[in-house]
């Protein structure tokens, strides 16, 4: 596709449940980003990929959240007992390389835990 | 970490009017990006502008890393510019982007 995509556009979820919200970058983008939009906050960073490896997963808040990205393409951001404290939209970026580039955003998944 | 923060929070122009948005940071960055959040959260890339200068039709936006600001012009502007602008930048010793709080832009007819 011309642009990052995110699946599913919405989510909603009961508090304790496991949730997996799937990224797809733009083709040949070998970094990737995942951030957290709460309302009336701008995003806050995640975790990113350069090819494969998580080259930083400090913004994580905690071993609930996880993400892979097994082939350096599609990457998977998994959450684990789910807290209200959860919702939010996550976003989604991918850049040519990890430095020096220029993020591009996809449409985001808005998450609502019940 | 590096500190972020746009001025002014709230702008609410006439359409045809012009505007400036400010956005300063603590410290050295390697990337500075302005991104305009439409009404249906889809962040749009407006500028990716670690220094100096780019004009792309009635938007213009100016970076000075030595002074850590950067501004972005907005002239003759009409009710679809109304949103949220934000201001995000990379931090010479990583690659995450860290956001402003935003400007949010309303623009009435």
């Known amino acids: 596709g011309a642009g990052v995509s995110q699946t599913p556009s919405n989510k909603v979820t009961e508090k304790g449940k496991y949730v997996e919200l799937r990224c797809d970058p733009i083709?040949?983008?070998?970094?990737l980003y995942w951030y957290r939009q709460s309302l009336g906050q701008g995003p806050e960073f995640l975790i990113y990929?350069?090819?494969?490896?998580?080259?930083?997963d400090s913004g994580l808040p905690n071993d609930r959240f996880f993400a892979v990205r097994p082939e350096g393409s599609v990457s998977t951001l998994k959450i684990q007992r789910t807290e209200r404290g959860d919702s939010a939209v996550y976003l989604c970026?991918?850049?040519?390389?990890?430095?020096?580039?220029?993020?591009?955003f996809g449409p985001g998944t808005r998450l609502t835990v019940l | 970490g590096i500190q972020v923060e746009q001025s002014p929070p709230d702008l609410i122009l006439q359409e045809g009017a012009n505007s400036t948005l400010r956005c300063n940071f603590s410290?050295?960055?390697?990337?500075l990006q302005w991104f305009h959040q439409n009404p249906w959260g889809q962040l749009i890339n407006l500028f990716y502008?670690?220094?100096g200068t780019k004009q792309n039709g009635r938007l213009s936006a100016t970076t000075v890393a030595t002074e850590r600001y950067s501004l972005l012009y907005i002239s003759s502007s009409q009710t679809t510019d109304s949103g949220v602008y934000f201001c995000?930048?990379?931090?010479?010793?990583?690659?995450?982007?860290?956001f402003g709080e935003g400007t949010q832009l309303t623009v009435n007819p």
């Open positions: 995000a930048v990379t931090e010479t010793s990583g690659s995450r982007l860290t």
């Open positions: 410290d050295s960055v390697n990337n």
């Open positions: 970026a991918s850049s040519l390389w990890a430095d020096y580039n220029e993020q591009f």
């Open positions: 990929f350069q090819g494969t490896g998580a080259a930083d």
């Open positions: 083709s040949g983008h070998t970094a």
């Open positions: 502008i670690p220094s």
